[in-house]
C-alpha cells in the first residue's frame, strides 16, 4: 500500500535525515511514501490577514494536485508543512467564497474544496499502523534511551488542526514507548521555540530555547526528538549560545523522530545521516550501546 | 521590438510580391495574389494584413522594419516574445512573433527584451550545492506558486515547477524541466515574486551539465588517443589519396547499422 506524501523544502536539503529514514522505515512497515509529482511549498507560515489569499494559492495548489492523483490523504513530515497544508484546506472546507476566488484564480482544470484529509506521519504510526504493531516490528528497542519528547507549535496549534490533545499531547511519549525508549515528560514540550521572530531578533534565541532546553535537562533527558527542522534549527543554535554565555551548560543531541524509528526497526545509521545532526547524536547512541546493536545484527544478515 | 515605422501603406486588397531576379535580367515579375486580409492590431492600431503570415511578417507587411527583437527567425532565439490577447476572451496568450500565424483580432504587443538581473559568479568556484543558488537567487523563495510563470511559456515549460524543483535543491529537475528554455524573458515579466527565472534556469542547467551529469570517461580516453597521434598516420594517407580513390573509400566504408547493439564493431578494427 502506498500513501501520497508531501515532503516539503528543507527536507530536501537541510533536513534530509528527517526524510531518508522515514521514507525507508515506512517500506519496511509495508506503507511506501510516494513523493506527490510536482509540489512545490508548502507556504512555510500560514497568513493571518483575513483577505491575503495569495498566500494560500502554494498549499492549495499542492492539494489540488493530490485530488488529480485521485489520492485522497496527504502525509507529512514537517510540522511546519503540515499546519500550512491543514489549515488552508480547512479555509476551503469551510469558506465557499475564498474557495470560490482561489480555485477560479488557481485555474487547474478542477475545483477543490478540502476533500484530501492532510495527516502527519505520527498520525499514520499512531493510526493505521498502531503502537502494538509498531512495537512488534522494533528488532533494537532504544532502551535507557531518555529522551524529552517536544512538540513545539504546529502540530498542536490551532486546536482545529491539531493531531493530538492540545494540553496534554501524547502521541511523541507513545511512539517513544512503542519504540523501547524511556521518554521523559517535561512542561515545556510545547512551548515555542522562538520559530521564525529568531529571523528579526536573532539574539533573542538564547532566551526563547533556555526555559525548554533546562527543563528538559532538569527532568533527566539525555536527548530531544523533535519533529520540525526550525524547532531542531532554533533548539541547535540556542543550545550553542546558552553554552557560550553559561558555563556548565549541557548540550544534548537533538534527534528527529524518524531517525529514532529507522534506527528500532533495524535499518542502520547511514540512512539517519546522524552526521546533519546537531550535537553529536552519535555519541550518545554509541554510549547506550545503540549503534553497536545495529550493526552486529547487520553483520549477522550479512549486511554491509 | 526596436521598430521604425516607414510611411509605406499596405495594399488595401491584393498582395504584391516583386520577385528579385539577379543582377542582369532587367524583367519585373508583378504577380497579383488574392489573399484574405484579416484585421490584427499592433500596438493598438488597426492594420490588414493576409491570413497565413506569422506575426512577425505581418508587421514587417504593415510596415515595421525590424532590427531588434528577430534574431533567428526560426523558434531558438527568444528575441521574439510576444503577448496578444482576442476580443471576449480575458486570457492572456503568448506567442513566438516569427512561429505564430496571425489570428483575427488579435491585440499583439512584443517583449523582445525583459529585465532581470543576472547574478554574477565565478563558474569555478560553483560546486552542485543547492545552497549556492539559493545564495545567488534568493528572490526564488519569493515564489508564491501563483503559475502565472507556467501560463506564460511560449515553450510550454512547466516553469513553476521548475522554480519549485530550485527551491527544493534539485538542480538536476530544474536544469530537465527547463531544457526547451530560450530566455525570451516572458515568465520573469509575469511574476508576481519578480523573480529571474530564465537567469536562474540558466544557472541550473550550467551546474548540471558541468558538475551532476557524469563524465565521458571513454571521450578523454579518446582525446588523449588523437593528441598522442594515434590517427596521424592514416588521416595523412586520406590528405594524400585522389579524388578516385577517396570517392571509393567513403561508397565502400561499412556504415553502422541502425539497430546496431553497443557491442557492435566494424569489420576492419585498425582504427579503434
Known sequence: MSLAYYPGCTLKTQARNLEEPAVASMEALGLKLDELPGWNCCGAVYSLADDDLIHQVAPVRNLIRVKKQGKTKLVTLCAFCLNSLKRANLLMKEDAEKRDTLNSFIDEGIDYSGEVEVVHLLEVLRDEVGWETLSQKVKFPLRELKVAPYYGCTLLRPREIAIDNVEDPTILREFLEALGASPVDFPESTRCCGSYQVISSPDSIAEYTRPILSSALSHGAEALVVTCPLCDYNLARGQKELAKKQGGFREMPLFYFTQLLALALGLGPQICHFELNHGKPESLLKEKNLLSQVESLQLIGGKE | ?272
Not at chain 2, 25 to 30: D, G, H, I, N, Y
Request: with cysteine.
Open chain 2, 1 to 272: 521590438m526596436s521598430a521604425k515605422q516607414t510611411k509605406k501603406k499596405p495594399a488595401a486588397t491584393t498582395v504584391k510580391h516583386t520577385a528579385k531576379k539577379p543582377a542582369g535580367t532587367a524583367v519585373k515579375e508583378e504577380r497579383q495574389v488574392a489573399a484574405r486580409l484579416i484585421p490584427i492590431y499592433i500596438m493598438g492600431k488597426r492594420y490588414e494584413v493576409p491570413e497565413g503570415l506569422t506575426i512577425m511578417k505581418a508587421m514587417e507587411y504593415a510596415g515595421y522594419i525590424l532590427i531588434r527583437g528577430c534574431g533567428c527567425r526560426g523558434g531558438t532565439c527568444g528575441a521574439c516574445g510576444t503577448f496578444y490577447r482576442k476580443p471576449g476572451d480575458y486570457k492572456l496568450q503568448v506567442a513566438l512573433a516569427c512561429q505564430k500565424t496571425v489570428e483575427p483580432n488579435m491585440y499583439i504587443a512584443q517583449i523582445p527584451f525583459f529585465p532581470a538581473n543576472r547574478a554574477m559568479y565565478d563558474f569555478a568556484g560553483l560546486t552542485a550545492a543547492p545552497e549556492e543558488v539559493f545564495k545567488l537567487y534568493p528572490e526564488m523563495f519569493r515564489c508564491v506558486a501563483c503559475n502565472s510563470c507556467t501560463k506564460a511559456c511560449p515553450q510550454g515549460i512547466e516553469v513553476m515547477d521548475a522554480v519549485s524543483a530550485l527551491k527544493q535543491g534539485n538542480i538536476a529537475g530544474a536544469a530537465q524541466l527547463s531544457f526547451d528554455c530560450i530566455q525570451c524573458g516572458l515568465c520573469t515579466s509575469r511574476c508576481f515574486g519578480e523573480l529571474a527565472q530564465y537567469h536562474m534556469f540558466q544557472l541550473a542547467r550550467r551546474i548540471y551539465a558541468a558538475r551532476i551529469v557524469p563524465r565521458a570517461e571513454h571521450l578523454a580516453g579518446m582525446v588523449k588517443a588523437v593528441n598522442e597521434g594515434k590517427y596521424d598516420r592514416s588521416l595523412d594517407e586520406l590528405k594524400q589519396a585522389k579524388e578516385d580513390e577517396l570517392k571509393k573509400l567513403y561508397q565502400e566504408r561499412e556504415v553502422e547499422p541502425m539497430a546496431a547493439g553497443e557491442d557492435w564493431k566494424p569489420k576492419d578494427t585498425r582504427y579503434l
